[in-house]
């Protein structure tokens, strides 16, 4: 595999080349594969995308006042969390192969901040974005007790941002996505979405008829 030309405006990373490439080279020794790091980021990045769809949902259902003695309304609240934090954790993997892969130049800069990336900045952008906003999103969870249940909330609804960002970032950036089973994988996760915004306002309207 080629690397691609590096982009203009990199100092900050320069530094952090050489053990990016070491690690690169041990990686590939280690897997035996010089397209692991390739496999890994699109496998891990499909992944990020169902779990972020599934925590975005179960978040939605979570707000529900009703629950059931099978499945109260705390297990759904909890598995959102636990769903949360584990997409977070496949797309450091996720991240972490596209940086260290040199197939394109894509550096730790481009992954956090969403300008001047040297590989489609724009969907990469997208991209750079659904992390931010996760990862404030689930610090903010973490640490709920501390801020204002208004504060929390003001946060915790960019998660909604985090999935649209996310699921623009693989319909501009993956390399999957003219497959039918990408792009029956992504008409699933918008209508999961989908759904479970139906289903919350219905269960809203009879919470306030009860209410009245």
Do not use: K
Not at 130 to 156: E, M, N, P, Y
Not at 187 to 206: D, N, Y
């Amino acid at each position: 595999m080629t690397p691609a030309a590096a982009a203009p405006g990199r100092g900050l990373v320069t530094p952090l080349a050489q053990p990016i490439g070491e690690w690169r080279d041990a990686l590939t020794r280690a897997l035996g594969d010089e397209r692991a790091l390739w496999f890994i980021n699109r496998g891990f990045g499909v992944v990020a995308a169902v779990l972020l769809t599934l925590s975005v949902v179960l978040g939605v259902l979570a707000t529900a006042r009703a629950g059931s003695r099978i499945w109260p309304r705390f297990a759904t609240q909890a598995l959102h969390r636990n769903v949360s934090l584990l997409s977070l954790a496949v797309l450091t993997v996720h991240i972490g192969a596209a940086v260290i892969d040199d197939y394109v130049d894509i550096s730790w800069y481009d992954a956090v901040v969403p300008v001047n990336g040297g590989y489609r900045p724009l969907w990469l952008g997208f991209g750079a974005l659904a992390l931010d906003i996760v990862v404030v999103t689930v610090v903010s969870s973490l640490i709920r007790r501390r801020l204002g249940r208004r504060q929390w909330r003001a946060l915790h609804v960019m998660s909604y941002a985090a999935w649209g960002f996310a699921v623009a970032h693989g319909l501009g950036i993956g390399t999957d996505r003219r497959d039918a089973w990408a792009a029956s994988l992504l008409v699933a996760c918008i209508g999961a979405v989908a759904a479970s915004a139906v289903v919350r306002l219905a269960t809203q309207r009879h919470e306030r008829r009860l209410a009245t």
